[in-house]
Each structure stands twice: as C-alpha cells, then as structure tokens.
C-alpha cells in the first residue's frame, strides 16, 4: 500500500509542476538564455520560426543584424549576436569595440560561425560579455569578420553595456 501511496503523490506533483503557467512563460528567452557559451558548431547556428523576421540578405559581404542599436546590456548578460554573411572559408572572428575607432578584442579564441554560409540564412552566434574582452561603454560595437576576406567584415550598430 505504501508504494501506490507514493506513486501517486509523485504524480500529482508532476501534474502540479507541468500546470505551472509561470515556468512557461516566454519559453523561447529562457531556452536562449540558459544555454551556455560554446564552440562554432554548438553556438553558431540557423535561425528559424520566429526569429526569421531579421534580414540577413547579403551579397560579398558580412551583414550584422543584431544588435541592431539601443540595446542595453550589463556585464555577464549573454547576447546572441545575429548576422547574415556569403563569404566562403574557415569562419569568421567576433570582435567587441567600445567605439568605432577602437581596434576591439576578439570574443572568441578561435574562428567561429558557418564555413558555406549561403547569403540568405541568419546565423546566430552567442556570447556571454566577460571582463576578458568587453567593459562598460556607451558606443560598444560588435564587429564580424571572415578570416579570409578581413575588409569585408561588418559592425553591429551601437548598444550600452553597463558594470
């Protein structure tokens, strides 16, 4: 009798926990938001559904959608950087500027995204601002750059990033 007594307090709180409207709320930030920062493979991927509204069209070029300007971001928020790029090769380098003129410093330790991006797809990469790149601006900039064609490299517009 014991074990249909705990058998069915277990399912009544797993019948409690899946009816909890709050967890589920924006589901899809959460999902994006819990994921951890990985490699090119992992991190750098097509987006779809919802996500689909950016226009990642590009031709011999880098195209950066996102951030699209005015973000606000504190230091240790992840940001998932969208772009759209044709150039054919080994990837590509995500560099954090704290303005226009500055150089910046790569957010990655190796090459990141698609090798055959298409000119079509928007392909997301994420990262979490680290003290090891990024610091607190008003002008930050995210520029990606293909390795094999570094002019053809494309900067996100401004966003703020906060202590």
Do not use: W
């Not at 005015?70 to 992840?78: C, R, V």
Request: aromatic share 10%; hydrophobic share 30%; proline share 2%.
């Amino acid at each position: 009798m014991k074990f249909s007594h705990a058998l069915l307090l277990a399912c009544s709180f797993a019948f409690f926990a899946c009816d909890d409207d709050s967890s589920s709320a924006s589901s899809d930030e959460n999902q994006e938001s819990s994921t951890s920062t990985a490699k090119s493979s992992e991190s750098s991927t097509k987006l779809s559904g919802s996500k689909a509204r950016y226009d990642c069209n590009v031709e011999n070029g880098v195209k950066v959608v996102y951030p699209a300007g005015g973000e606000t971001f504190k230091m240790g928020d992840e940001i998932i950087i969208i772009y759209g790029s044709d150039i054919q090769g080994s990837g590509y380098r995500f560099v954090f500027k704290t303005s226009e003129d500055d150089m910046g410093l790569d957010m990655f330790e190796g090459s990141e995204g698609p090798e055959n991006p298409d000119g079509k797809t928007c392909y997301k990469q994420k990262v979490k601002l680290s003290d090891d790149f990024a610091e607190a601006t008003d002008e930050a900039i995210i520029r990606v750059i293909p390795y094999e064609k570094q002019a053809k490299g494309a900067n996100s517009a401004t966003f703020k990033v906060k202590d």
